[in-house]
């Protein structure tokens, strides 16, 4: 069975101008490292390291 692409043109030049902002939010764990462009994607990666649900 073979994949199909889904992704158009648009989407691919949203998720690029997406990653092109700076991730000023950074996870406050020790080790980590990850950095977010969005307060809420880091408030959502917290919780997986308290291993809360969404």
Known sequence: ???????????QKASHNRRKQEAT?????????????????LKGHIRSHNEERP
């Open 25 to 41: 939010f950074v996870c406050p764990v020790p080790g980590c490292g990850s950095t977010f462009t969005r307060s809420f994607n």
């Open 1 to 11: 069975v073979s994949k199909q692409n889904v992704t158009t043109i648009r989407t």
